[in-house]
């Protein structure tokens, strides 16, 4: 059975590499019909952040990473919450000194920092430099006795080498001499990421490990660990890193990281994924649209790259209007209703539009911007003139060609034809108009370009005759009024 398990740390807010991690975690699972455990790594208690764990949780629902066990959910493996599992990590670490696998170390913070600072000037690489791993026991119960605090280090090998198979990357083989004897538990009595994973990890029967390429290093410490507890260890798999365009690690510079950012600035979920799976893995060398079916019926891990993927933010706006253009007009107003109604100072309509929108009238102005919107974010500039009255320049009206006296006739002679129409729709508008055009002996562009400032206060908008059927006959025979009142009198 698979089980594979994503294990954040609330230290911050969910980013793509992070999220990007439990996709593929998710996707394996479900290919495999397994279990997706989500797991909470809380023990670095300094480097908690308020609402961060709430925040990856709901970065993972708003994907639709759903979790067989893990908070809210529950499971037979809880809890899931490593603060919640302190005595059975204290368990194996006692469990490793009394066996002779790990240590007390009772070297204070300030003894570590002269260590580094000796080594640095020696130009040595900072490392523990064991002084308590051959204390007698005699030395070690006067340090108990004087109540000085330690923490729990393991006995590392201190020669041969510690190989293991890597599911992308083959076999990985690390020299013992490279390794340093790390802590595993702390002075405070909280694990180590090394000890709380191995342990978890082992009593959740989790299959395979699927983590950042950044874990690489850490793995050797495990798979000795693993030995010392006389366990199995899962399988490996290192994930490819995410790159800024500069093949630089993904970082705030190169733009939003954070997956409730692309949530706000309008990006679909469902494209997100897609967008994420392609991070490292892909289905052939040009599939780039799978649904998430598809992903989930083709992934696998062997083709999951081994070099550094690159994060393409135009890639990821042409994917989203992809997804955004085959969305139901019905559908994609639903989805636009909360980017509109958002306040103003959030990127919404202005305050002066009245909320709730008219959703009937809503759904006529969405097939006119569809084809337009790359991020959901984008459709209150588009689509604001359709609930205000824009205020513009009379010369907008005129455009490159037209005189005073020549707009203020077509548009004088739109009102009437406009009055007189029996369905207000874009077809008959633009049969009675097209023809205006002509017998005012005015290019249909430069008599479209009026009306289209007319009605909407802009150069550019949407199609004409769709965009005023959408309006309807009162706004528009209101606005082409008010424009003729902004060229002054006949």
């Known amino acids: 059975m698979v089980r594979v398990r994503y294990a954040p740390s609330p230290t911050g807010a969910p980013h793509v590499g992070n999220i990007r991690t439990a996709l593929f975690n998710w996707l394996f699972a479900r290919h495999h019909g397994g279990s997706f455990i989500v797991r909470i790594e809380d023990t670095d208690q300094e480097r908690l952040v308020p609402g961060a764990l709430e925040a990856i949780l709901e970065g993972l629902r708003w994907l639709g990473l759903d979790w067989d066990e893990g908070p ?13 599992r302190q005595g059975l990590y204290r368990q194996e670490a006692e469990r490793l000194v009394a066996q002779g696998h790990a240590y007390r170390c009772y070297c204070s913070p300030q003894t570590l920092a002269q260590m580094r600072e000796e080594q640095a000037r020696r130009q040595e690489p900072p490392r523990y430099d064991r002084r308590c791993r051959e204390l007698s026991a005699g030395e070690r119960a006067r340090r108990e006795a004087a109540g000085e605090r330690w923490v ?30 790390f802590v595993l538990l702390k002075s405070d009595g909280y694990p180590t990421y090394h000890l709380a994973n191995v342990v978890d990890d082992h009593a959740m029967r989790i299959s395979h490990v699927m983590r950042a390429d950044e874990w690489l290093a850490s793995t050797p410490r495990h798979v000795l660990l693993y030995a010392a507890l006389g366990w199995e260890p899962p399988q490996f798999a290192h994930l490819p890193m995410i790159l800024g365009p ?4 993904l970082s705030k510079r190169h733009g939003a990281t954070s997956i409730l950012e692309y949530r706000d600035k309008g990006y679909l979920p469902e494209a997100m994924t897609n967008f994420m799976a392609l991070l490292g893995w892909s289905l052939d060398d040009k599939t780039e649209l799978l649904d998430r079916e598809e992903l989930t019926r083709h992934f696998s891990l062997e083709r999951i790259g081994k070099t550094g993927a ?3 933010l135009e890639k990821l706006d042409w994917m989203n209007g992809v997804y955004i253009r085959k969305l139901p007009p019905a559908e994609l107003a639903q989805r636009l209703l909360p980017f509109l109604e958002r306040p103003e100072q959030e990127g919404g309509l202005p305050e002066a539009v009245a909320r709730p929108l008219d959703r009937a009238y809503l759904g006529r102005i969405v097939p006119l911007i569809q084809e337009r919107l790359k991020t959901l974010a984008e459709a209150p500039a588009l689509v604001d003139f359709f609930f205000l009255n824009l205020p513009y320049e009379p010369s907008l009206l005129l455009g490159k060609r037209l005189s005073p006296e020549a707009a203020r006739a077509g548009l004088e002679r739109a009102q009437v034809v406009l009055k007189g129409l029996v369905a207000f729709e874009a077809e008959a508008l633009e049969g009675v108009l097209r023809p205006l055009a002509e017998t005012l002996g005015l290019k249909a562009g430069d008599f479209f370009g009026l009306l289209r400032v007319a009605v909407t206060g802009r150069a550019v908008a949407p199609p004409l005759f769709q965009t005023m059927a959408a309006l309807g006959r009162a706004r528009c025979r209101e606005r082409l009024e008010a424009a003729i009142k902004k060229l002054g009198p006949a």
């Open 152 to 181: 729990v280090r393991f006995q590392t090998p201190l020669a041969g080498q510690t190989p293991f198979d890597d599911l992308i990357r083959g076999q990985v083989v690390f020299d013992n001499a490279t390794l340093d004897d």
């Open 72 to 84: 809210e959910v529950g499971g037979p493996y809880g809890p899931y919450i490593q603060s919640e």
């Open 310 to 312: 690159i994060f393409n």
């Open 246 to 249: 500069d093949r630089a690690k």
